[in-house]
């Protein structure tokens, strides 16, 4: 069972998230917030495995909630996934940043949310690639990475291994890790094992932060595939 808290300022959006995932398999809707110091405190309390975030609410905001979350070893099997209607924000950068799983529009149909919420809890970061590509060249890369110049590779690249350099290239072409297997004749859980690696070394929370890394440090260009 997968257990979700949906925290957004506006009532109509709480309700109609909390009874999309409601009516879904395997998924329970166990609270609200109504913004985002109160999605931090009811995250403590009730532990959700999910929670899906807006990023602007009154009070606390919602990539400070994240951050607050992602932060807090007693919330260490939470994920985040950001729901929004600034698709394009670079304030999605900043939630990714802070530890969010990924994001989804609030346009999504249904089947979409609910969806993203499975892949979010299976520890799959919930990331377009071409939505990736556009954030990270426009609200991340310097001009000059963008242009093709030389970036300077981060010293904690050179802590991993070479197989664990070619997984997180994989990890930032959105991969998952079972094509990440299929692509290195490797079995499932040993790739979850190597990208579990990787964040640990890189002291990632998620995925999403080992794509932002990832393109940052020149070892994926924004145009690559």
Same mark, same amino acid.
């Given at each position: 069972?997968?257990?979700?808290?949906?925290?957004?300022?506006?009532?109509?959006?709480?309700?109609?998230?909390?009874?999309?995932?409601?009516?879904?398999?395997?998924?329970?809707?166990?609270?609200?917030?109504?913004?985002?110091?109160?999605?931090?405190?009811?995250?403590?309390?009730?532990?959700?495995?999910?929670?899906?975030?807006?990023?602007?609410?009154?009070?606390?905001?919602?990539?400070?909630?994240?951050?607050?979350?992602?932060?807090?070893?007693?919330?260490?099997?939470?994920?985040?996934?950001?729901?929004?209607?600034?698709?394009?924000?670079?304030?999605?950068?900043?939630?990714?940043?802070?530890?969010?799983?990924?994001?989804?529009?609030?346009?999504?149909?249904?089947?979409?949310?609910? #969806? @993203?919420?499975?892949?979010?809890?299976?520890? !799959? /970061?919930? $990331?377009? %690639?071409?939505?990736? =590509?556009?954030?990270?060249?426009?609200?991340?890369?310097?001009?000059?990475?963008?242009?093709?110049?030389?970036?300077?590779?981060?010293?904690?690249?050179?802590?991993?291994?070479?197989?664990?350099?070619?997984?997180?290239?994989?990890?930032?072409?959105?991969?998952?890790?079972?094509?990440?297997?299929?692509?290195?004749?490797?079995?499932?859980?040993?790739?979850?094992?190597?990208?579990?690696?990787?964040?640990?070394?890189?002291?990632?929370?998620? #995925? @999403?932060?080992?794509?932002?890394?990832?393109? !940052? /440090?020149? $070892?994926? %260009?924004?145009?690559? =595939?």
């Amino acid at each position: 069972m997968t257990t979700v808290l949906v925290a957004d300022d506006q009532a109509l959006i709480r309700q109609a998230v909390s009874d999309i995932l409601t009516g879904a398999d395997g998924i329970e809707v166990v609270g609200d917030a109504v913004n985002g110091r109160h999605a931090v405190e009811q995250s403590l309390v009730l532990q959700p495995d999910v929670v899906v975030m807006d990023i602007r609410m009154p009070e606390l905001d919602g990539i400070a909630a994240t951050a607050a979350i992602c932060a807090d070893p007693a919330l260490a099997s939470t994920k985040v996934l950001i729901l929004t209607t600034f698709e394009e924000d670079e304030n999605l950068v900043a939630a990714l940043r802070a530890g969010a799983s990924g994001f989804i529009g609030k346009g999504s149909e249904p089947d979409e949310i609910i #969806r @993203a919420v499975r892949a979010v809890h299976e520890g !799959e /970061s919930l $990331l377009s %690639a071409a939505a990736t =590509r556009s954030l990270i060249q426009k609200y991340v890369l310097p001009p000059s990475a963008v242009a093709g110049a030389p970036a300077t590779i981060p010293p904690e690249l050179l802590q991993l291994t070479e197989r664990e350099r070619e997984v997180l290239l994989l990890v930032a072409r959105g991969y998952s890790n079972q094509e990440i297997a299929d692509e290195l004749f490797i079995s499932p859980h040993t790739a979850k094992t190597h990208v579990n690696r990787i964040m640990t070394k890189l002291n990632a929370h998620d #995925r @999403a932060q080992l794509v932002i890394l990832a393109y !940052e /440090s020149g $070892l994926l %260009a924004p145009g690559a =595939r």
